[in-house]
């Protein structure tokens, strides 16, 4: 489970990361868009070459695409998302700002998803002490952005 906890971290650290040199290819570039198919092309390859190492690569069947719900097809369009973002707003705000209006604003979704359960998550009610740790960090990226 550690591990778990610990491949968690490395991607929020990468994605802090990700948001400076995605935004460095798009100034450099001189073309957010063509940056952003960059990032993803760069992406996509590096799942390929990963899953084919570890042989995990195999193509779905036509039963298991037809029984994916509508709604987790959006992935990619968040990702693309998330990208432009960085893109965008990720050098103009600045690093502190960004990442923690991002991370805020998931901790937030991420607390009413577990809730209600939504898009697949097991149900984990709202307990006071999440609660509290969401408007603490509500606080603290107030802080962040405003001083």
Do not use: C
Request: glycine share 12%.
């Amino acid at each position: 489970m550690w591990l778990l906890y610990g491949f968690a971290l490395v991607a929020g650290i990468a994605n802090a990361v990700q948001s400076g040199t995605n935004a460095t290819l798009s100034k450099s570039l001189g073309q957010p868009f063509a940056a952003a198919i960059v990032v993803s092309l760069v992406g996509a390859g590096t799942l390929l070459v990963v899953s084919l190492m570890l042989g995990r690569f195999a193509l779905p069947t036509v039963d298991e695409i037809r029984s994916v719900p509508p709604w987790a097809w959006l992935g990619g369009t968040l990702g693309a998302l998330l990208i432009l973002s960085q893109l965008f707003v990720a050098q103009t705000i600045g690093a502190a700002p960004y990442f923690g209006l991002l991370v805020t604003a998931g901790v937030v979704t991420s607390m009413l998803l577990d809730h209600f359960g939504w898009i697949g998550f097991e149900q984990h009610g709202v307990t006071v002490w999440r609660l509290l740790g969401g408007l603490l960090m509500i606080a603290g990226i107030a802080l962040v952005a405003m001083f």
